[in-house]
């Protein structure tokens, strides 16, 4: 059944990004060709505004691999996806992945005309398959010299955190343990003193923008999104900036005001407020 269009929408980039969280609410799928079928006004107004469905997509903090129903293989994307899913401490385990949304690069993987099976795929990624099982293999006692060993690092051992830099271990330790937190305590380590839930506001928010940009990170989507991204799904939220382009707008602001007020004297008038050209999601910031 037909999803009814709203055809008497006044669009603009922010009524398309408000648009696609609704329809993203609803559950509706947000592939380009269901949305052609039931909502083409919205597809429309996106590649107007943003030039794609997948840039539309990707300003308002919604992955486009995530939600695009087909794919074209080769050996490239493939080895391009696994390693994407390695930076981000995925359970890369034949297994696990199986049972994934990222089902279908597995299948494509280890198919004859791409890797034949998924090992030598892992191994094409530049990924040791011995790595990729070590924390399955793992008793007790090993997962917990590992947090130790990450306590006494400094790493931080927020689950939060641990999600996003070591899915595998704490996902091992949660099956092991019951919880993350009980496999802290089992360490020695009190949880409540490293638990944490960052409580963001425009002000960390054009903070946190600008320390990455004073560590080099490009502040386009896809660099911020891998960087940081409870800081970028935040800067995109309603209650906040909408979108990146709007966030990285107040942040650039926010530097060029505390650069003009430092550089100003009693005998140099000040100078009128001036725009700051926003780069595009591609252009590249110098630090």
Known sequence: MKVRSRKNLRWST????????Q???????????????NFQELLAASIRYFGSW?????QAGISYVDVRKYRKWSKEVIVEEI?????????????????????????AAIRPKYFGNWRTALEAAGLASEEIYRYRSWDESGILEEIRRLKTEGADLSSKSMDESSNKLIATAR?????????????G??????RRRKRWTRENLVEGILEL?????????PEVKRANPSLFAAACKKHFYGTWKKALRAALRSEKLDEELDSSSPSVPEAAA???PVPSEHATLSA
């Open 213 to 221: 940009k004073k560590q080099g990170v490009k502040l386009i989507t």
């Open 189 to 194: 380590i009190n949880y409540s003193e490293v």
């Open 175 to 187: 099956r092991r343990f019951g919880n993350w937190g009980k496999a802290l305590e089992k360490a």
């Open 14 to 21: 922010e009524r398309v990004l408000a648009e696609i969280h």
């Open 274 to 276: 001036t725009t700051v």
């Open 23 to 37: 329809w993203k609410d609803k559950g509706q799928p947000l592939y380009a060709n269901h949305v052609r079928l």
């Open 83 to 107: 390693r994407d899913l390695a930076s981000k401490g995925f359970d890369l385990s034949f297994r696990s992945m199986a049972l994934s949304q990222h089902n279908a690069m597995v299948y």
């Open 54 to 58: 997948q840039e539309a997509l990707d």
